[in-house]
């Protein structure tokens, strides 16, 4: 890696690209210096209802100073982009991510061979998925993933939680279908927190309550046999927040060149914070060896 103080910060560009219906999503490219400029770019995609001003700006840092052009950008309804307000539907979040490799593929000097994703948390499967229908997409690297969404949701719950909260879902949707309204509930009501999540997550957020129906069919673990290129997969033993068997499922049933590191301790979060600089090394080297960059 560069011997950049960790402190540098890469030059950044607020830049906008189309997806779904005609939406216009906001993104934010990380530049690396000339000098240092590999040709060679990644899309991150970030977790539950994140934003670009959120966890990637470290991670997107790095990249942009070990020569990588890193975008970042908000999905559908989410931060500075359009679309109806904490409405998720993960199919959508995958045609958002596809839309912003292709856009990263265009116009920026880039070679068409070295274009990698990288996903954390919910956007760990969500980069899965767009690998699986996006040949463009060489390699890919993903931390503490949700690769399954319904197991996800009843483990954070007790079950009879979950089975009031997809009740209420349905109920939503035939709100919606009657008005047109979706209503709208705090993310903690969707997804219950571990101490750690709710210590980090001081700002309320809304998400629409169907949300819960959309997620709870989102399994990307279903299309990992489709994918062929290198991924590389970090884990955290003591993740609460998404159990870490969904990382072990995942690397089982990779097919491709693939690599599994878990870190001993830490929670879910702890790979945007303390763990921030191994888990950018690892990254890295990762995307170093499998986007076909010769100095």
């Not at 011997?3 to 890469?10: C, G, I, Q, R």
């Not at 939503?172 to 008005?179: D, G, S």
Request: glycine share 10%.
């Amino acid at each position: 890696m560069t011997d950049e103080p960790k402190n540098a910060v890469s030059p950044t560009r607020d830049v906008s690209f189309i997806s779904g219906p005609g939406l216009r999503l906001a993104a934010r490219l990380y530049l690396p210096s000339p000098e240092r400029d590999r040709k060679t770019g990644i899309v991150f995609c970030h977790g539950f209802g994140g934003v670009k001003e959120g966890t990637p700006v470290g991670l997107c840092d790095r990249l942009a100073l070990e020569g990588y052009t890193a975008l970042s950008f908000d999905y559908r309804g989410f931060g500075g982009s359009e679309g109806p307000r904490g409405h998720l539907v993960p199919h959508e979040q995958v045609q958002d991510a596809i839309h912003a490799v292709e856009f990263l593929s265009r116009d920026f000097g880039l070679h068409p061979d070295r274009l990698g994703i990288y996903g954390t948390s919910f956007g760990g499967g969500i980069a899965l998925m767009a690998c699986a229908q996006l040949p463009q997409i060489k390699s890919a690297f993903v931390t503490v993933p949700v690769v399954s969404g319904d197991h996800w949701l009843r483990s954070v719950c007790r079950y009879y939680e979950y089975l009031d909260i997809k009740q209420r879902a349905h109920a939503a949707v035939a709100q919606k279908a009657h008005t047109g309204q979706m209503p709208l509930v705090d993310r903690f009501d969707l997804v219950p927190p571990d101490p750690k999540s709710r210590e980090r997550h001081v700002v309320a957020q809304q998400f629409t309550l169907e949300t819960f129906l959309h997620v709870s069919h989102h399994e990307p673990l279903s299309v990992v046999d489709k994918i062929k290129i290198p991924v590389g997969v970090i884990g955290i033993k003591g993740d609460m927040l998404v159990p870490h068997e969904q990382t072990e499922w995942l690397y089982e049933r990779l097919v491709g060149p693939k690599n599994l590191f878990f870190f001993p301790r830490g929670y879910h979060h702890s790979v945007y914070a303390e763990l921030l600089d191994p888990v950018a090394e690892r990254s890295i080297d990762w995307f170093n060896q499998h986007l076909g960059y010769q100095p």
